[in-house]
């Protein structure tokens, strides 16, 4: 099966410091990537999507400028917590869909963030 | 307030008992998916259902889209501890949403004690 790969799978930073993740479809073309946030025993938020070579389309109440997205090939989107905090402590997950079947999205393993 | 909501939250059982899970919506939407994620891991897909009144098994997982394509259950028979984890619902296409994008449920947390 497809596969989407994230990385790194967790990362410790300091307050104030800006952390990326990436996310790569591995086996195929993803046009369309997602990220999500997932707190503590919650479910996945979405935060937003974003399709190759154009502006990433945010969800209501997610900040653009401290959440930046990268889609800059179809098999590459970076998530960039700039200026992190330790409410931005959470655990992100993207997800891919595929060019040839948009209804199929193949999430990454996640990345733990931790902000001290 | 939730676009999907899924009851119970949390379960937990003892192995070998059986157990239904819901996720319950005012929306109508195009198809549903269930997940079951493991701690610090994505979630992995177990299922798409798309016609009203569909059932697909999956060993011993049974899923059901409820005819109106609004509600869909998980109903899992003989539970083991291997099937202790995390259980989301995601529906696609609903009523407040265009596109394609997955609206999560709040999950199910279930404990399958040996």
């Known amino acids: 099966g497809a596969v989407v790969s994230q990385h790194p799978s967790w990362v410790i930073c300091k307050s104030g410091t800006s952390v990326k993740i990436e996310c790569r479809s591995l086996d195929f073309q993803a046009t369309t990537m997602f990220w999500y946030r997932q707190f503590p025993k919650q479910s996945l938020m979405l935060m937003a999507t974003s399709n190759e070579g154009s502006k990433a389309t945010y969800e209501q109440g997610v900040e653009k400028d401290k959440f930046l997205i990268n889609h800059a090939s179809l098999t590459l989107s970076t998530l960039t917590v700039t200026s992190a905090h330790p409410e931005d402590s959470s655990f992100y997950i993207c997800s891919a869909a595929d060019r040839a079947s948009l209804d199929i999205q193949y999430f990454g393993a996640g990345t733990r963030l931790s902000v001290l | 307030t939730q676009l999907l909501e899924q009851s119970p939250q949390f379960l937990s059982i003892q192995e070998g008992e059986n157990l239904t899970v819901y996720c319950n919506s005012s929306?109508?939407?195009?198809?549903l998916q269930w997940y079951r994620q493991e701690p610090g891991e994505g979630p992995v897909l177990l299922v798409t259902?798309?016609?009203?009144?569909e059932v697909k098994k999956l060993k011993r997982l049974t899923f059901q889209f409820g005819d109106a394509r609004k509600d869909s259950s998980l109903h899992i028979t003989a539970a083991q501890p291997g099937d202790t984890g995390l259980y989301l619902c995601?529906?696609?296409?609903?009523?407040?949403?265009?596109?394609?994008?997955?609206?999560f449920g709040g999950g199910t947390r279930l404990m399958v004690k040996p």
């Open positions: 995601a529906g696609r296409g609903g009523d407040h949403n265009a596109g394609n994008m997955l609206t």
């Open positions: 259902v798309v016609t009203g009144g």
């Open positions: 929306s109508v939407f195009s198809s």
